[in-house]
């Protein structure tokens, strides 16, 4: 097995709490790695760095091409820019791919649910153009360029091909932003036409889709949208499966990838051995595929699976009583 070089970058809050259990996961489970630990958010400026996002940790990414990383913090209103944006647009990670799915032994309204959210991670609202017009009068620019609603919309296509899903849903809101989004929709339109007409297609104003979400989720397969819509999307499918601890993400370049969980750096809870970190190792996993690391990956998810469909070792957010650490090692011990 060839040996991988992966930036990690432990976050803040629970960050390094999630992290570190998902470091010892990925390491019982045979990978040949060497981590390269940096890192961003409050934990950079704290270490003495004056960018949330230093060179040194973007420069790594650069050259390994690979990052597993823990949430951070973006301190508010001291000027920064989100760590998550900078490494977006830097790096040019155009696609967010987050699969929500069921879990057996985690409880839920809905038993069947196996949807992938992919987002368009580099312009819309995120684009962070703001003005003050006059005092008292500002405004946010929503961006649209075709270059990347059509690189998004193929990734999308693209990805359900590989993964044999049947359907793309996009979500949209182009009754009022004619423009924008309908660049967004034609886009999409357009790559489903001429190159994937074999994958079905569908088009839904982004606030019915809600409705649908909740009262169905099972018919949905992946959901395609603009930015921000991703960004609040994620976090409601979120809910359907036992909530932000067991969603993993990736962002996707042509250049680098960085995979991390859709949740934040839960300041309530960090600190206290009693966040899960089942989304940062369903991250890993995530990463294990990219890295062609099928058998590693596999593994460590069939002793997931195992772990929460017997249900003794859950974690507080999922009704359990076990610690973050506990869980970890409950996983590992299912490996062996
Ligand atoms: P959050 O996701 O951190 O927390 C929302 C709720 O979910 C909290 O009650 C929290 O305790 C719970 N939660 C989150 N992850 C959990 C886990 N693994 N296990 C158990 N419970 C978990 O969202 P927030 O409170 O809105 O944001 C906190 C900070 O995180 C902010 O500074 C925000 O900017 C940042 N953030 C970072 C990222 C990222 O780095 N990718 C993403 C979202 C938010």
Redesign the pocket.
């Known amino acids: 097995m060839a040996k991988h070089t992966i930036v990690l970058i432990p976050?803040d809050?629970?960050g390094p709490e999630?992290s570190s259990a998902t470091r010892r996961v990925v390491e019982a489970a045979g990978l040949s790695v060497e981590w390269c630990e940096l890192p961003a958010?409050q934990a950079a400026l704290d270490q003495g760095h004056d960018n949330v996002l230093p060179q040194r940790t973007l420069a790594a990414i650069q050259a390994h091409k690979v990052a597993l990383?823990g949430?951070?913090?973006?301190p508010?209103g001291k000027g920064f820019k989100?760590?998550?944006v900078q490494l977006r647009k830097s790096l040019n990670l155009y696609a967010a791919v987050r699969p929500v799915r069921s879990l057996e032994g985690v409880k839920t309204r809905f038993s069947n649910v196996n949807i992938v959210i992919i987002r368009e991670n580099t312009e819309g609202l995120y684009s962070g153009i703001e003005n003050e017009v006059v005092p008292g009068v500002v405004t946010s620019l929503k961006v649209a360029t075709e270059v990347a609603c059509t690189r998004i919309a193929r990734f999308a296509f693209r990805y359900a091909t590989r993964r044999h899903h049947k359907k793309i849903t996009v979500f949209h809101k182009a009754n009022i932003m004619k423009m924008t989004d309908g660049l967004f929709l034609n886009s999409a339109r357009k790559i489903h036409e001429e190159e994937y007409p074999n994958i079905d297609y569908d088009e839904v104003i982004i606030d019915a889709g809600c409705m649908k979400i909740v009262q169905d989720p099972t018919r949905l397969d992946i959901l395609l949208m603009e930015n921000l819509y991703g960004d609040l999307v994620s976090d409601l499918c979120a809910g359907l499966v036992g909530?932000?601890?067991v969603v993993p993400g990736s962002n996707i370049g042509d250049d680098a990838a960085v995979f991390?969980?859709?949740?934040?750096?839960?300041?309530?809870?960090a600190g206290k051995n009693?966040?899960?970190?089942l989304?940062l190792i369903m991250s890993a996993v995530m990463m294990l595929e990219h890295l062609h690391e099928d058998a590693v990956a596999k593994k460590i998810q069939t002793a997931y699976d195992a772990v929460l469909a017997e249900g003794k070792t859950l974690?507080?957010?999922l009704g359990g009583s076990a610690g973050t650490n506990e869980f970890a090692d409950a996983i590992i011990a299912r490996m062996k």
């Open positions: 976050g809050g629970i999630v958010g990383k949430p951070v913090t973006t508010v989100s760590v998550n909530g932000l601890g991390e969980a859709v949740h934040g750096s839960a300041p309530d809870i009693v966040a899960n970190p989304a974690t507080r957010d």
